[in-house]
């Protein structure tokens, strides 16, 4: 890997070509991305294209000038010093919030190397040009904010932050909810099976922690495996697979820790009000993202949740 000091003019121009390519095909990426979702920011990264792709021609044509035909392919991570970037081809989930940022650095950073570039040549045209595309890259914030006035609008500003909360709801709610809910309500049986049919609260802690990380590796499989999100928008299916496995390895081990209180019925007593509480917290949730009546949502929480405990304690008590 080359210091950056140790590159002629010639190869400081090829490696802002470059840039200038990368920077370009990364905001085609982000407008690809977003085009369905945020088509208003995706309008705003394609007008960055054009602008990207201009200050690659004008570099090309002073080093066709001074150096002839032939471009060396230098590149950023040949180069000790630019920021190591996760690729957009990998990051297509990635927050709009997040995006905007991303933007931002990579202009800032561009702008840097062109006036660190600016120092290290000698030849005239060539500084004037590096210093002409610093200055346009620090203008290019001012012209994202003109583009963002232009087109998000405040209706399109509503209409991106109701999509923000679908995929949030699909990619992150869901899974969640999936997995707490089966891990409240499908560990129940066993776990109170074993503390009716043993009464000893020990016996009923490894029960329950036992189906609790059971449920939660299980759950958080299929979640994972059920679809990998390209068609439905869900989003990376192991990111969804973790966050619903981990929720319903929760959603068991909430009313699980209270058995490690020695006394069996005091423990049984607070694993039952633990019990109301998930319900409670899975009726909100319900109603809170997936816009189902609280008292619906309610109903069929608790009367699913208490067959299941019942049902434990009937198996229990045999």
């Known amino acids: 890997m080359r210091s950056f000091d140790s590159l002629s003019e010639k190869e400081i121009l090829a490696l802002a070509i470059s840039q200038e390519e990368e920077d370009a095909r990364i905001y085609a990426d982000l407008a690809e991305n977003l085009k369905t979702t945020y088509p208003a920011t995706a309008d705003i990264f394609r007008a960055m294209v054009t602008e990207e792709d201009g200050h690659r021609h004008r570099l090309i044509e002073i080093y066709?000038?001074?150096?002839?035909?032939?471009?060396?392919?230098?590149?950023?991570?040949?180069?000790?010093?630019?920021?190591?970037r996760r690729p957009v081809w990998l990051s297509s989930n990635l927050g709009i919030d997040h995006v905007r940022k991303l933007a931002e650095s990579m202009e800032m950073e561009t702008r840097q190397f062109y006036e660190a570039a600016m120092r290290r040549t000698t030849d005239a045209g060539i500084r004037a040009l590096l210093g002409d595309l610093a200055a346009e890259e620090r203008e290019h914030t001012h012209i994202a904010e003109e583009l963002e006035k232009e087109k998000l609008t405040t209706d399109v500003?509503?209409?991106?932050e109701e999509a923000r909360r679908r995929l949030f709801v699909l990619q992150v709610v869901q899974p969640g909810l999936a997995g707490l809910m089966d891990g409240s309500v499908s560990t129940l049986a066993p776990l109170f099976?074993?503390?009716?049919?043993?009464?000893?609260?020990?016996?009923?802690?490894?029960?329950?922690l036992a189906a609790s990380i059971g449920a939660g590796i299980s759950m958080g499989f299929a979640e994972a495996l059920s679809d990998d999100g390209t068609l439905t928008g869900r989003g990376h299916p192991w990111i969804r697979g973790i966050v619903c496995g981990l929720m319903t390895t929760l959603g068991g081990i909430g009313h699980t820790l209270p058995y490690l209180i020695p006394s069996f019925k005091i423990a049984t007593s607070v694993a039952v009000a633990v019990v109301v509480i998930e319900l409670g917290v899975i009726a909100y949730?319900?109603?809170?993202?997936?816009?189902?009546?609280?008292?619906?949502a309610a109903f069929q929480v608790v009367v699913g949740g208490l067959l299941v405990f019942l049902a434990g304690i009937l198996i229990g008590s045999a």
């Open 285 to 296: 949730i319900r109603n809170h993202y997936m816009d189902t009546p609280f008292l619906r």
């Open 64 to 84: 066709r000038a001074r150096f002839g035909e032939h471009i060396p392919l230098i590149r950023k991570q040949d180069v000790r010093g630019f920021i190591r």
């Open 193 to 208: 099976a074993a503390a009716f049919a043993t009464h000893l609260s020990s016996d009923a802690f490894r029960v329950g």
């Open 157 to 160: 500003r509503k209409q991106e």
